[in-house]
């Protein structure tokens, strides 16, 4: 294998990770902003909190597909989505333990989870900007 075939197969793994992650931000963004009802109900985030949440996602999602788009992942391009999904990261596993919510065990759960999930996803990214290298 030539290295040029090398750096196309991480440049493609790369995007296809960068997809995923904009596929689940699209997919949570809409559960918050569609379902903002049932969030409220099943995982105890009013709508206040899960609208924002939702329209910030899915902000993300087209900003994170729209990177994997380039041909060519744009190094500082991929940084950003990294320090944005450490940045979750911390937001998703410290909000459930502050009085700013008052979440239901399933809201606890999913916001774990999910911070669990956004810590995935930064670390492929950050593997695949290093095989880049």
């Keep these: ?42 995982l105890g985030l009013g709508t206040a909190w899960a609208v924002p949440f939702g329209v910030y996602l899915l902000g993300c999602a087209v900003a994170i597909a729209l990177i994997a788009g380039y041909p060519v992942p744009v190094r500082g391009h991929v940084i950003g989505v990294v320090v944005n999904n450490v940045l979750a990261v911390a937001a998703l596993a410290v909000v459930p333990f502050t009085d700013l919510v008052d979440l239901t065990g399933a809201g606890y759960a999913v916001m774990l989870g999910g911070a669990g999930l956004v810590a995935m996803f930064a670390v492929l990214e950050t593997a695949g900007l290093r095989r880049l290298a």
């Design 1 to 42: 294998m030539t290295a040029t075939t090398t750096t196309a197969a991480a440049q493609a793994r790369l995007r296809n990770v960068l997809l995923q992650d904009a596929a689940g931000c699209t997919a949570f963004g809409l559960l918050m902003t569609a379902g903002a009802p049932l969030v409220d109900r099943f």
